[in-house]
């Protein structure tokens, strides 16, 4: 398995005679997928940034990237989009 392939997963098959080797393809894909889905920039781009220090909401990436490498100050709220 790949570096990034450090975790657990539950599949669920319907099929009682699942090949070995489409199986191992299979979690390989589901391993590829997740790697891409739970990346920073992906996570830059759900999140904004509400900091009631300044009065400002942050929504471009990068600039939510930057706030979340630092120490998050008080009254600085990471907020789902979603």
């Given at each position: 398995?790949n570096?990034?392939?450090?975790?657990?997963?539950?599949?669920?098959?319907?099929?009682?005679d699942t090949?070995?080797?489409?199986?191992e393809?299979e979690?390989?894909s589901i391993?590829?997928?997740?790697?891409?889905?739970?990346?920073?920039?992906?996570?830059?781009q759900?999140?904004?940034?509400?900091?009631l220090?300044?009065?400002?909401?942050?929504?471009?990436?990068?600039?939510?990237?930057?706030?979340i490498?630092?120490?998050?100050?008080p009254f600085?709220f990471l907020?789902n989009k979603?």
């Open positions: 398995m570096a990034y392939s450090n975790r657990d997963l539950i599949i669920l098959s319907r099929y009682a090949d070995t080797a489409a199986f393809q979690v390989r391993h590829e997928i997740l790697y891409r889905v739970e990346g920073t920039e992906q996570f830059c759900a999140h904004e940034v509400i900091d220090n300044h009065y400002r909401i942050l929504e471009k990436s990068y600039l939510v990237r930057k706030i490498s630092d120490p998050i100050k600085v907020f979603n």
